[in-house]
Every structure is written in C-alpha cells, then in structure tokens.
C-alpha cells in the first residue's frame, strides 16, 4: 500500500498570512480585494483586508505566502462525483447512460476491493485537490466488500479533505451483487456513522444515496429517508439524468421523479438532485418549495448526451444550485476549472445569449452554492472572518491567462488545475507551491495502475494495462 505522510501543522499563534493577492471573497456583495490579504489561524480565517496587510500580522505570522500575481478564492465543493471511478477513465467512452453502467461500471465495480477502492479514492482526493476542490460529496455505491467504505473514508483522513461520502444503494434493477435491503443499507450506514461521522474536527460526515429512482422500491426510499432525517443527515440522489429514465418513471409509477418523490412525502432541504437535466416547470417549483439542492454536472451531461439542465430557471425560481463533476468515468476527468466554464458556456449556446450566465454566477455556484448542499453553508464556501479556512491560491501571472482584465473572468474561463499553486484545507496546506505534502504522486500512480489492471482483468474488461 502507497505511504502517507502525517498531515501538516496547521499555523497558530501568528498565523499564515497571504498577501498581495486578488482576494475572491464571494460575499453577498461579491467583493474582491484587489489586492488584499488574508489571515489564517489555526482552522479559521480570522481576518481579511484591501490593500497591504498590517505590518504588525506580517511580522507576527508564521508564514507569509506573497501572493502578487494571484487570486485566493474559496475552496470549491464538487458537490457529486465517484471516486471509484478515478480506474474507470476511458473504457466507455461514447455510450448513452444506461449502455454505459451495463457495458462498464457494473462489469468493473463488482470486482473492487479495499486495496483498489482506498488507491481509486486517494487518487480522486489529490486530483480534486489540485483542481481547487476542497470539498468533495462522493456518491459512494460499491459495497461488495463492506472494508471499501472505510478504506475509501480513510483517504479522505489520510488526504485532508473535507469529505462527505454519500452511500449509495439500489434494491431493484441493479446487479444482484449490488442489491441490498433496506435493513441492510441501514445497518451498514449506521456503521460507518459510528466510525466516521464527524471524524477529523467534522471534516469527513455520512449520508444516505439512493442511487436513482428506477433502482429504488417506494418502501425502501420510505425507510431509508425517515431514518436519515433521525440522524440529521442528507439524502443524495441521481434525479432526471436522462429523457428514457424519465420516462421509464413515467410507465412505471405514473409520475415524473420529483413528482414521484413529492408522493412519497420526502422532499425537503436535506436532499440533493444529481444532474436533474429533465425537470417540468411543477417539478422545479416543487424542488423550490422543498428547498432541496440540484447538483449540475454539465460535462458530465454533454458527454453522456444527456441533455442541457434548466440553470436559468432553476435560478431565478431561488434554487440552491451546486456544481459538479461527476465520476470520473462519465467526464473523463474531475476539473472543477473546466466545470465553471462549461457551466457558463453551455447556458450561453444553449439559449443564444451572451449573457445567460457570468464568470461570478458560476464561481458563486461552484463556492457557496456547494457548500449549501454539503451542509456547511455557514463554514465554508467565503473568504471571511470565522470561515473555515478552506482557501486555494491560483496563479493568473500565465501565458494562458495574463494580462488579467477581470480576476472573475480569468479564474472561469482561463484558469486550469495547472494554475493551482497552494490549497489550504481547514488550515493545514495540502499542496505547497504545486507539490502535494501527504503523499508521493509517482509512487501513488504506480500502485493504482497496478491495482487498476487487477480489477479489470478480473472483471474480464480489455484495457491497455491488462494486456
């Protein structure tokens, strides 16, 4: 198993201090200190400021970071990804959603175990890191083997991420190794709370994920939300991802899937809907009235040809919108960069009109609209005093990026996981100057092409790396 360093001191006393940066608070006004400073101790941002930052906290601090020539900005939340899927990049590419689970994930995901679930998982933490995701909602379903639960929760301890792993089930219509009962999905979830929730300062939580309606008995969704509502936890869910789900829903039951959800007694504020690309005007009032979540995964949803989500309309009805990039198997890759302008640009062509979507709507989206779904809304998701300190620094002093006429439009349209230069997750600094500081990248490549190849070739799935 690849080693793992012990995470980094956090600053306290004096504090770590970035000055001379761009500072993106997202506030309610939409601030930005350009240039200005922020200072972090221990876990928490406890202050920050326009211009040069005080002599006094720079002669005090126990780091400064000159940051001239960057922009700080919060940590993004990828608000629904599968982490598993980080060994499943490439091999169904160009097949519509229900070829792709049958043809793909389903033949490979049976044959993960701990090993390779704990690499796919590390793998998937540093690469949302570097792409300025500091928090990630892992809509988790492969359960063959109870340890990969925990041994993908230990690489979110181990990495430093804030994590929340959504635990996914089906109870129809899904392999038989990946059927449980509701008793079952219970007992384990329970589990998993007793171990994990609240682990590491409450950086790494539980909830409960049914995976899709279609998969999914009314009794079992019944159980299973009263019983997470008990806990104080969320309910994530794939909702309207394509048309023929819908409509499958439709012959079935009679009703569209929020529809369906709203018969059942269950929406509410805790629940997420992934995707929800295929939503009717009554669905979308009802996901207002509830105060539930949509996840958008645009790149996830052209890739998959699944369709365009109604963000305008989602938007100006109040609904909180979260941003995502779904596993790795359906993108091919976790790039929340590459989210925020997809987000913006495909609402642009899809409506032809310029203005459909800004650069600061999508940073607000990918911010503070994720840490909303998350449940850490009033923590993270800002630059402020009495936030988390969870900070990304990206540098705009690029070929690619400079000359910078807006810090909004840079970080949305031109920045890239490449730019990420230090990401600071509850105070502790998980890339320093581009380099990760709890794992060795190299050695953990090698270790997950190994195990990768493992599982495949067990799973009978031609890939480069077995043959």
């Given at each position: 198993?690849?080693?793992?360093?012990p995470?980094?001191?956090?600053?306290?006393?004096?504090?770590?201090?970035?000055?001379?940066?761009?500072?993106?608070?997202?506030?309610?006004?939409?601030?930005?200190?350009?240039?200005?400073?922020?200072?972090?101790?221990g876990?928490?941002?406890?202050?920050?400021?326009?211009?040069?930052?005080?002599?006094?906290?720079?002669?005090?601090?126990?780091?400064?970071?000159?940051?001239?020539?960057?922009?700080?900005?919060?940590?993004?939340?990828?608000?629904?990804?599968?982490?598993?899927?980080?060994?499943?990049?490439?091999?169904?590419?160009?097949?519509?959603?229900?070829?792709?689970?049958?043809?793909?994930?389903?033949?490979?995901?049976?044959?993960?175990?701990?090993?390779?679930?704990?690499?796919?998982?590390?793998?998937g933490?540093?690469?949302?890191?570097?792409?300025?995701?500091?928090?990630v909602?892992?809509?988790?379903?492969?359960h063959?083997?109870?340890?990969?639960?925990?041994?993908?929760?230990?690489?979110?301890?181990?990495?430093?991420?804030?994590?929340?792993?959504?635990?996914?089930?089906?109870?129809?219509?899904?392999?038989?190794?990946?059927?449980?009962?509701?008793?079952?999905?219970?007992?384990?979830?329970?589990?998993?709370?007793?171990?994990?929730?609240?682990h590491?300062?409450?950086?790494?939580?539980?909830?409960?994920?049914?995976?899709?309606?279609?998969?999914c008995?009314?009794?079992?969704?019944?159980?299973?939300?009263?019983?997470?509502?008990?806990?104080?936890?969320?309910?994530?869910?794939?909702?309207?991802?394509?048309?023929?789900?819908?409509?499958?829903?439709?012959?079935?039951?009679?009703t569209?899937?929020?529809?369906?959800?709203?018969?059942?007694?269950?929406?509410?504020?805790?629940?997420?809907?992934?995707?929800?690309?295929?939503?009717?005007?009554?669905?979308?009032?009802?996901?207002?009235?509830?105060?539930?979540?949509?996840?958008?995964?645009?790149?996830?949803?052209?890739f998959?040809?699944?369709?365009?989500?109604?963000?305008?309309?989602?938007?100006?009805?109040?609904?909180?919108?979260?941003?995502?990039?779904?596993?790795?198997?359906?993108?091919?890759?976790?790039?929340?960069?590459?989210?925020?302008?997809?987000?913006?640009?495909?609402?642009?062509?899809?409506?032809?009109?310029?203005m459909?979507?800004?650069?600061?709507?999508?940073?607000?989206?990918?911010?503070?609209?994720?840490?909303?779904?998350?449940?850490?809304?009033?923590?993270?998701?800002?630059?402020?005093?009495?936030?988390?300190?969870?900070?990304?620094?990206?540098?705009?002093?690029?070929?690619?990026?400079?000359?910078?006429?807006?810090?909004?439009?840079?970080?949305?349209?031109?920045?890239?996981?490449?730019?990420?230069?230090?990401?600071?997750?509850?105070?502790?600094?998980?890339?320093?100057?581009?380099?990760?500081?709890?794992?060795?990248?190299?050695?953990?490549?090698?270790?997950?092409?190994?195990?990768?190849?493992?599982?495949?070739?067990?799973?009978?799935?031609?890939?480069?790396?077995?043959?």
């Amino acid at each position: 198993m690849v080693s793992v360093s012990p995470l980094p001191n956090r600053h306290n006393a004096g504090g770590l201090l970035v000055i001379n940066a761009a500072v993106v608070t997202v506030d309610d006004a939409a601030t930005i200190h350009d240039p200005g400073w922020v200072h972090i101790v221990g876990d928490t941002i406890v202050g920050v400021g326009d211009g040069e930052a005080p002599a006094a906290l720079v002669a005090q601090a126990e780091r400064v970071i000159d940051a001239e020539g960057s922009a700080v900005m919060p940590g993004m939340t990828n608000a629904h990804t599968h982490l598993f899927q980080t060994f499943f990049r490439g091999l169904a590419d160009d097949k519509p959603l229900l070829d792709w689970l049958r043809q793909c994930i389903w033949p490979g995901a049976v044959h993960l175990d701990a090993e390779a679930g704990y690499l796919a998982g590390m793998c998937g933490m540093v690469e949302n890191l570097r792409t300025g995701a500091t928090s990630v909602l892992d809509h988790h379903y492969v359960h063959v083997d109870d340890a990969i639960d925990d041994a993908v929760l230990q690489s979110a301890s181990d990495s430093g991420v804030r994590y929340m792993l959504a635990r996914g089930w089906a109870d129809r219509n899904y392999p038989p190794e990946m059927q449980e009962t509701p008793e079952q999905v219970l007992s384990h979830t329970a589990g998993l709370r007793e171990r994990w929730q609240g682990h590491d300062d409450d950086r790494i939580r539980i909830e409960v994920a049914p995976l899709l309606p279609w998969g999914c008995t009314d009794e079992a969704m019944k159980e299973t939300v009263a019983k997470t509502r008990e806990w104080g936890a969320g309910t994530h869910i794939h909702i309207a991802e394509s048309e023929e789900e819908v409509r499958l829903n439709v012959e079935e039951r009679g009703t569209r899937h929020v529809e369906w959800l709203d018969e059942l007694g269950l929406l509410g504020p805790d629940m997420q809907f992934a995707h929800s690309v295929w939503l009717d005007d009554n669905e979308l009032d009802l996901i207002a009235a509830s105060g539930a979540s949509v996840v958008s995964c645009p790149v996830s949803n052209m890739f998959l040809a699944s369709g365009v989500p109604r963000i305008l309309d989602m938007r100006s009805r109040n609904i909180n919108v979260a941003l995502a990039s779904d596993g790795p198997g359906s993108n091919n890759r976790q790039d929340m960069f590459e989210v925020l302008k997809t987000t913006v640009l495909l609402q642009k062509v899809h409506h032809l009109d310029a203005m459909a979507l800004l650069p600061g709507d999508s940073i607000e989206m990918a911010c503070r609209g994720g840490a909303k779904a998350f449940g850490t809304e009033d923590s993270t998701g800002m630059i402020a005093a009495g936030r988390k300190a969870d900070v990304v620094l990206v540098d705009l002093n690029s070929i690619f990026i400079a000359p910078v006429h807006s810090i909004e439009s840079a970080l949305v349209f031109n920045a890239s996981p490449a730019n990420v230069t230090h990401v600071v997750v509850d105070g502790r600094i998980l890339i320093d100057d581009r380099k990760v500081t709890f794992v060795d990248e190299d050695e953990l490549l090698a270790e997950a092409r190994i195990a990768a190849a493992r599982v495949f070739k067990a799973a009978g799935v031609e890939s480069r790396l077995n043959r």
